[in-house]
């Protein structure tokens, strides 16, 4: 009897220290992540939301919660960031801020759980182009589809998903013939496209039970908001005019370390950002490597201007585009007109940017107060006490061959001497004849000698 009476009070004992530790010890703090969907969708915000959900699997986030107010975007970019959602495994809940339309509405019908503010709508998800006016239906087949089977997929009603986007769909007591689907906030609520309505993402919390908790809100680092940064059609265009500038400034002034590393670092800053985000696939960079060779090849060996000079400036225009297109090897099924028309006017908009650049700015570089810092600019006078080599002014009006070729530099060769020359914009081969008409310094201006 005595056993019995220390046993009963020993498990009582234990059973108060167990409660008692458990009530002494801390909750644990739900980890949540929230990211922000609040503009355009396309390639950048793609890379964002793929780096926002790599960020909540390291640090384990318990739930996801993402911050919603956009027009929508690019189609194929929305299907990209609907993929990485629904793969991940924890919840993630929308908070529409304001407006989830177009594919803003496919993200959010993507999601474990919609919550709208006051005054929020969702829907008019119909495919458009650059202009405003309904892309062909191709697109719109493509969208249904999706937007049924992402609704399908988190027990929401399919026809509705499909009404957003088709203007042809009716629906009993919801929706006529002529008009594609927008809910309000309360809309959305009566026909199970959204859970409540709530002033913030720390009342969705709150509706959720989730009472202890951190919320890590994601940014990109520096770094990534520079690549961002530059996978913009504008910025990409000053970046080829820079490549363009640069390229036509070393070839003015061969050994310069300042133009051809201009030229050198624009590429890089155009070719990276979008090699990052999965635009710029290999064959794209190594066909504009292949036509920058060409170009160089054509200017520095092979003589006059042909096939080699028409490919390399195809090849360089074609890649240019193609790189900031989301093409699946010249597959342009998805690819929003308006997307290919930015991307050409960029590519050429730079190349042409570039050449007037040269031909009406050239001149005036050498104006400017940063070109006379590294430049000589007075003339030596002999009467100031320089002098230059006679020799060379004793060579005037003498005839002699090209000794390399003359683009519009190179050497000649007079009395079996060979002399620095350049023509004023004359192409001399090799071997032709030529005239001295006068110099500079110590080399001398030429010009082609017609038989």
């Not at 006679?390 to 519009?408: F, M, N, W």
């Amino acid at each position: 009897m005595m056993r019995k009476l220390l046993f009963i009070i020993g498990i009582a004992l234990t059973a108060n220290t167990v409660t008692f530790a458990q009530k002494s010890a801390p909750l644990a703090r739900a980890k949540v992540m929230v990211m922000d969907i609040k503009a355009e969708i396309d390639p950048r915000m793609l890379r964002y939301v793929k780096l926002a959900i790599e960020h909540a699997e390291k640090t384990k986030a318990d739930y996801v919660i993402v911050d919603m107010d956009t027009y929508g975007g690019v189609l194929t970019d929305a299907k990209d960031i609907v993929d990485v959602i629904m793969d991940f495994e924890k919840p993630i809940w929308v908070f529409v801020n304001s407006d989830a339309a177009s594919a803003g509405a496919l993200i959010s019908i993507a999601c474990d759980s919609i919550y709208m503010s006051p005054g929020a709508s969702i829907g008019a998800a119909t495919v458009v182009e650059g202009d405003g006016k309904a892309a062909p239906d191709k697109y719109q087949s493509y969208m249904r589809s999706i937007m049924r089977s992402t609704a399908e997929e988190n027990h929401r009603d399919p026809r509705i998903a499909e009404g957003m986007v088709d203007e042809r769909v009716v629906i009993d007591s919801i929706k006529q013939a002529g008009k594609v689907i927008t809910f309000t906030t309360s809309e959305a609520i009566k026909y199970h496209y959204c859970e409540a309505k709530v002033n913030s993402i720390e009342e969705i919390l709150k509706r959720n039970k989730i009472e202890a908790y951190e919320i890590d809100h994601f940014e990109l680092d520096a770094t990534e908001k520079i690549i961002s940064f530059f996978i913009n059609p504008f910025i990409s265009g000053l970046l080829i005019l820079i490549i363009i500038g640069g390229l036509y400034f070393e070839l003015q002034t061969p050994g310069a370390v300042f133009p051809i590393a201009a030229s050198l670092l624009a590429l890089v800053l155009y070719l990276v950002p979008y090699y990052l985000n999965g635009l710029a696939e290999y064959w794209e960079v190594i066909a504009l490597m292949v036509g920058i060779i060409l170009l160089i090849a054509e200017i520095f060996i092979i003589p006059g201007f042909g096939v080699a000079g028409i490919v390399g400036i195809t090849l360089t225009i074609v890649s240019l585009v193609l790189i900031m297109l989301n093409n699946d090897f010249f597959n342009f099924e998805f690819v929003p007109l308006g997307d290919i028309v930015r991307a050409t006017f960029s590519a050429v908009g730079g190349l042409v940017g570039g050449a007037l650049l040269l031909f009406f700015g050239g001149a005036k570089l050498t104006q400017t107060k940063a070109f006379k810092r590294i430049a000589l600019m007075e003339t030596q006078q002999s009467s100031h006490g320089y002098s230059v080599n006679s020799s060379s002014k004793e060579l005037i009006g003498k005839t002699g061959i090209a000794h390399t070729v003359l683009r519009p530099s190179g050497k000649v060769m007079i009395d079996d001497q060979v002399y620095d020359a350049f023509t004023r914009g004359d192409y001399i081969q090799k071997d032709e004849a030529v005239e001295v008409v006068g110099t500079e310094g110590v080399t001398l201006r030429v010009k082609i000698v017609k038989v």
